[in-house]
């Protein structure tokens, strides 16, 4: 699909470019991380499901390859443009009113802390239409409701393209709730960030 000026319009007006995946959405990540400019004035925020109590040098990846400084949330971090963060395991990331995360500890959500959905629901709230969000593969149904809200509150929201997709169950679960303005493969996810 083409690209379209609305979209790229909405794209543009965003304040917050979020992104949500889990099992075969590591690698779509790391090109996105690397293809960010350094001039974006976004905030980033990633949800990536990760294994419970398994150190992972995903940052310092992440870090080495990125033009933007990158971060692993902590509590009461206040959110700053041009900034990358991740979402760290065992703990849901929320947003709050004064633009500061949140972690919080309680139970996992379709087997996973971080939830996307915890983080997606709770940037609706904050953020309203300001944000981009975009759900990449994974292999349950996490990030279909939180793309959901985002997009009641005005938000682009953008699914991977479940055939493009290494695990489409979790595009495919947000397409079928009708969360989801736009369903794009990965290379014109990445010509959009590009935009």
């Keep these: 699909m083409d690209i379209d000026q609305n979209i790229r319009d909405r794209w543009h007006n965003s304040e917050i470019l979020l992104l949500g995946g889990s099992a075969g959405s590591f690698k779509l990540l790391f090109h996105i991380v690397k293809i960010l400019p350094a001039s974006l004035n ?5 949800v990536m499901h990760r294994k419970k109590n398994f150190q992972s040098s995903i940052e310092k990846l992440f870090a080495e390859n990125s033009n933007m400084p990158i971060r692993e949330i902590c ?20 947003i709050e009113k004064e633009h500061s995360f949140a972690l919080d500890v309680s139970d996992a959500l379709w087997y996973s802390k971080p939830s996307i959905d915890v983080t997606f629901e709770s940037a609706a709230e904050i953020y309203n239409n300001r944000c981009t969000a975009i759900l990449f593969s994974g292999a349950n149904e996490d990030g279909a409701q939180g793309l959901l809200k985002l997009k009641n509150a005005g938000s ?11 695990m489409p169950e979790m595009p495919k679960k947000a397409i079928s709730i009708n969360a989801t303005d736009y369903v794009l493969k990965s290379n014109d996810i990445f010509v959009l960030l590009q935009n």
Excluded: W
Aim: proline content about 6%; hydrophobic content about 40%.
């Design 75 to 94: 509590d009461k971090d206040k959110i700053s443009k041009n900034t990358i963060y991740i979402a760290p395991a065992n703990y849901h990331t929320l």
């Design 156 to 166: 682009l929201t953008i699914a991977q393209n479940p055939t493009d997709a290494e």
């Design 42 to 46: 976004k905030v980033v925020i990633i």
